[in-house]
């Protein structure tokens, strides 16, 4: 059993831990005042050749797969979940493609990506479907003049990034929306320009500001049959399977980032006569979080290789689902523990650790709640799929 990394994944490592320290935390706290999309650190990203991590070198990316991704957001999250966003977003829209769609869709959707020219988001989730995927309204209809082509009708809501997409990943389902049948969930590629394709507003959230979460509206919006992608309910699942240790890659960065600011706080806070981190209690809560930090990693990582090996059907989800469940909630922990640690100045806006917490509630929430990992992890349980016997 190998537990260090490649060569080339630790120069990664290296590069990208430069590139956030020069780069990213002298911008962390203006892009969250301003909620502007930082333009400038995305050119960053692309300059770094960062943009294509998880793309195919055949399609002009790198080839760093899963587990490079999740390295490179982890180093941009200690000081920025918007940074760890912008890179998951070359992976959460592209993923469906990689998966089931032909050699022609990859073609004509990856390397834009991998290049940054172009920029994508997913529509999953609606006002009355979140988690509950089945429950979805999206229709697409057989469009009576095209053979193959579709026509999509419906709203979807809190898409991360999608005011800067060029082109969305849609899932709808075919026939009658009120039918809760997986069987009739199907994936569409729809360019943003598209007639029909509206963005009607910009959600306000209490975090994770720099990156706009978007409702959009497809309003008989026509897509031919070159731009269906295979794969029904089962695309879904895999897509974010796939996705649970990028996530969980913001959260230990998330909590890297919260508890290595709260740590030097202490070290130089004076109180009673001595540093705060002279204090055996303090010294117990440190150690405790770096304890569960060093864990989520682990499962992290584990779940990132597992993602690059294709293992992110039924019977992995519940070691996928463990290290997205585990590691966000330490980013949320962790940064609470770090608030707490700073006082009533951590409550402030002089210290990031009130950013921290803020933008930490979000991992627990996308891509799964939480409690939807649970119920996944339990599931696997009781079916087997996870086992000790």
């Known amino acids: 059993m190998e537990f260090d990394l490649s060569d080339e994944l630790l120069e990664l490592q ?3 831990r430069r590139l956030a320290q020069e780069k990213i935390k002298p911008r962390a706290r203006a892009i969250d005042t301003a909620g502007d999309y930082p ?4 050119d960053e990203l692309k300059r770094a050749d960062l943009l294509g991590l998880c793309i195919p070198e055949e399609y002009g990316g790198s080839g760093a797969g899963i587990m490079g991704l999740a390295l490179a957001i982890e180093e941009v999250t200690k000081y920025s979940n918007v940074l760890g966003l912008m890179l998951l977003l070359t992976r959460l829209p592209t993923g469906p493609i990689m998966i089931a769609g032909t050699d022609d869709q990859k073609r004509r959707y990856l390397p834009g990506i991998a290049d940054g020219s172009k920029r994508a988001s997913f529509c999953l989730s609606e006002s009355g479907a979140g988690s509950d995927v089945a429950g979805m309204q999206t229709r697409a209809s057989e469009d009576p003049e095209v053979q193959g082509g579709y026509v999509l009708n419906g709203t979807k809501c809190w898409i991360s990034g999608g005011m800067q997409a060029d082109w969305f990943v849609v899932f709808a389902k075919i026939g009658d929306p009120a039918l809760r049948l997986h069987t009739n969930i199907r994936a569409f590629i729809v360019d943003a320009d598209t007639p029909g394709v509206t963005r009607p507003r910009v959600d306000k959230k209490m975090g994770v500001k ?8 497809f309003d008989n919006v026509r897509v ?3 731009q269906v992608i295979g794969g029904a309910f089962a695309l879904v699942m895999e897509s974010l399977n796939a996705m649970r240790p990028i996530v969980a890659a913001r959260g230990i960065g998330l909590a890297e980032g919260a508890l290595m600011y709260a740590t030097e706080y202490v070290k130089q806070r004076q109180a009673f006569g001595k540093t705060i981190a002279d204090f055996q209690g303090i010294q117990w809560e440190i150690a405790k979080c770096a304890t569960e930090i060093e ?4 499962l992290t990582y584990r779940a990132a290789w597992l993602s690059d090996q294709g293992m992110y059907t039924k019977e992995y989800v519940p070691m996928l689902s463990m290290a997205k469940y585990y ?3 330490v980013a949320v922990k962790a940064s609470g523990l770090a608030v707490q640690l700073l006082g009533a100045a951590g409550y ?3 210290h990031p650790v009130e950013q921290f917490y803020r933008d930490a509630r979000q991992l627990t929430i996308v891509e799964g709640t939480s409690q939807i990992q649970l119920g996944l992890i ?4 009781l079916s087997h799929d996870l086992w000790w016997d």
């Open 210 to 217: 720099g990156i706009d979460t978007t409702e959009i509206v």
């Open 224 to 226: 031919g049959p070159n």
């Open 14 to 16: 290296r590069s990208v």
């Open 295 to 298: 864990a989520a990693r682990l």
């Open 39 to 42: 333009q400038d650190l995305f």
């Open 348 to 350: 402030m806006e002089d």
């Open 327 to 329: 590691a966000t909630e």
């Open 378 to 381: 339990a599931r696997g349980v």
